[in-house]
């Protein structure tokens, strides 16, 4: 069993910055495949970047060169630093991870990870 809890979120300015983290309870950690998701009201749940057990990554590309993705295996934590952040940012984030080596494809497969957390939300806003 694997339990994800997030915290970081918040309110900002545009152009303000966060760090969000996602704590990992569990004994598949290091070989999960692990990743950030969103969804804003109305709006379907997107992929924003997910991260391999090697630490190679994906992102989309409405967060590329503004976020970044990155965890610690000794403190099993997952982490994702946001910069210059955007109204369009708005959403409730989640993390989520699953017993996979590999995060081919699955930063657009969001139902494949077995995983989540309860989210925390991200407020973009003058």
């Known amino acids: 069993q694997v339990q994800l809890q997030e915290s970081g979120g918040g309110s900002v300015q545009p152009g303000g910055s966060l760090r969000l983290s996602c704590t990992v309870v569990g004994n598949t950690y290091r070989s999960t495949c692990m990743g950030w998701f969103r969804q804003a009201p109305g709006k379907d749940r997107e992929g924003v970047a997910v991260?391999?057990?090697?630490?190679?990554?994906s992102y989309a590309e409405s967060v590329k060169g503004r976020f970044t993705i990155s965890r610690d295996n000794a403190k099993n934590t997952l982490y994702l630093q946001m910069l210059s952040l955007k109204p369009e940012d708005t959403a409730m984030y989640y993390c989520?991870?699953?017993?996979?080596?590999?995060?081919?494809?699955?930063?657009?497969?969001?139902?494949?990870?077995?995983?989540w957390g309860q989210g925390t939300q991200v407020t973009v806003s003058s």
């Open positions: 991260i391999e057990s090697t630490g190679s990554t």
């Open positions: 989520a991870a699953v017993s996979s080596s590999g995060c081919a494809g699955m930063l657009y497969a969001s139902r494949l990870f077995a995983y």
